[in-house]
């Protein structure tokens, strides 16, 4: 699913009739179904279909089934699929939109180097 260097495992579910207002951080990989208000910052984030995020993620790598309100920054990939809708900004090294997603927003394709610089920076600021 997440290649042969994937070793984090899953530690947050969001099951789909739930529905968290906040900040989700984690050192994991965390899977949302349900409903999230918020940022959410961890190792992998996984958005299935019935999931829905109104807010920025941030982590290494994501893959979005379900629909994001909010910007990304990923340091390694980002795959939208079919199903997947996003409205904002994606920062990453690698995308990947599958036929039939929706992505109305800008992307950036930067260097590795350059993303954790600007996400460091973008956390100084806040």
């Known amino acids: 699913m997440f290649g042969k260097k994937q070793s984090s495992k899953l530690e ?3 099951g789909p009739e739930s529905t968290i207002r906040g900040e989700l ?3 994991g990989t965390v899977r949302i179904d ?3 208000e918020g940022n959410v910052s961890a ?3 996984i958005v299935g279909e019935t999931g829905l995020v ?3 993620l941030t982590g ?6 379900g629909k994001i309100r909010g910007n990304i920054r990923s340091t390694e990939m980002v795959e939208i699929k079919q199903k997947g809708e996003v409205q904002g900004e994606i920062y990453t090294v690698s995308l990947t939109i599958l036929e039939g997603a929706i992505f109305e927003g800008h992307s950036f394709m930067q ?3 350059e993303l954790e610089y600007k996400t460091v920076e973008a956390n100084l600021v806040e």
């Not at 290494?60 to 089934?65: A, L, S, T």
């Open 111 to 113: 260097r590795s180097r």
């Open 34 to 36: 349900g409903t999230l």
């Open 54 to 56: 109104k807010g920025d």
């Open 60 to 65: 290494k790598g994501m893959i979005i089934g």
């Open 43 to 45: 190792e992998w984030i």
């Open 25 to 27: 951080t984690s050192s």
């Open 12 to 14: 947050t579910i969001i």
